[in-house]
């Protein structure tokens, strides 16, 4: 049988209308299986909490299970390369943090690249952070610390999760704005840095500010500042970093990324589906808690704040010279 070219030409429009048939199908029916959030923290901690809410709330309005799947390990990037891998299709979600920018230029070898592997769906929380001091230290203001370090070059410790944590490069920025040189001593986590911080093992930290707020009431911790943008209304009387330190803001976050290539559509639900939650005065109040100050807006907003946060700490690690293999 001789096959025109009309007849080959009508056959392979055929075949592009049927796959762009399927492809408009598949992306109109989607969720029709269970939906994978990707997470890089352990169960049971104040984001894994606040994912399962989202989880829950995901799963009512889009008649579908959302299940938190933990991958915790090599500072998020056991969870990130498993997304990288996986289908885009919209049933494999990344939980992208504040980390993950990081570690584009903490780790020198890395099978993914966030910017490029990557498509930004929505952001979800920030925490911010407080500068703390154990309450021997001499200074009371972040001037007076300044001062301090300056006339003690090197004898200033700040604890830290652990090299490439958020504590960690906060200290380092403010290392680098301030002119200031400490002494980074990374523990297994915070929550061992916060106890040398209380027995003052450690002088300073730049520590999630939900952790350390009891303390500070209690007055077994001295606040400095915080290190957002602007004063924490609920600690009104503490100033910001950036007011002595011009510049200066540090927070942890994350939001929802999917693997690139995801189609436009499914993102754009899973966009709305966060900023309807975030929009939601007790999903409010549960992250207000947790410390948490919502991230609603687009993909492309959440994408800036990927790309920034990537360049900025990229600067900060290169300064520090830290590296992890």
């Not at 209308?17 to 990707?38: I, N, Q, T």
């Not at 299940?67 to 498993?82: H, Q, T």
């Not at 520090?320 to 293999?325: C, I, L, N, P, T």
Request: glycine share 10%; hydrophobic share 40%; with cysteine.
């Amino acid at each position: 049988m001789k096959v025109t070219r009309r007849t080959l030409l009508g056959t392979i429009a055929a075949c592009l209308s049927a796959g762009s048939a399927f492809k408009a199908s598949a992306e109109g029916d989607w969720p029709s299986r269970v939906v994978r959030l990707v997470s890089p923290y352990g169960a049971g901690g104040a984001s894994d909490i606040s994912l399962r809410i989202l989880a829950e709330q995901f799963g009512r309005s889009l008649n579908q299970q959302f299940i938190v799947e933990n991958k915790p390990g090599a500072g998020g990037n056991i969870a990130a390369e498993s997304v990288a891998r996986a289908p885009a299709d919209g049933y494999t979600l990344l939980v992208i943090g504040a980390n993950n920018p990081i570690n584009s230029t903490l780790y020198e070898k890395l099978s993914f690249d966030l910017l490029r592997d990557f498509a930004p769906v929505a952001g979800i929380y920030r925490v911010y952070q407080v500068m703390d001091v154990n309450p021997s230290f001499p200074a009371k203001t972040v001037a007076e610390f300044i001062a301090y370090a300056k006339a003690h070059p090197g004898k200033v410790n700040f604890g830290s999760a652990g090299t490439g944590s958020v504590a960690h490069v906060s200290g380092e920025y403010f290392k680098m704005l301030a002119g200031v040189d400490m002494q980074h001593v990374p523990y297994r986590g915070a929550p061992l840095a916060l106890a040398d911080l209380l027995s003052g093992q450690v002088q300073v930290m730049f520590d999630n500010l939900p952790s350390s707020v009891g303390h500070i009431k209690g007055g077994k911790l001295r606040a400095l500042a915080v290190t957002s943008e602007q004063r924490e209304p609920s600690m009104p009387q503490v100033p910001a970093v950036g007011e002595t330190v011009a510049g200066y803001e540090a927070t942890a976050w994350f939001g929802i990324g999917m693997p690139k290539g995801t189609p436009r559509e499914i993102i754009d639900k899973v966009n709305a589906e966060v900023n309807r939650a975030l929009a939601d005065p007790a999903m409010r109040a549960r992250l207000a808690e947790l410390g948490g100050k919502p991230m609603p807006g687009t993909p492309e907003a959440f994408g800036k704040v990927i790309a920034s946060e990537t360049a900025k700490w990229g600067k900060v690690v290169t300064s520090s010279g830290a590296k992890v293999e």
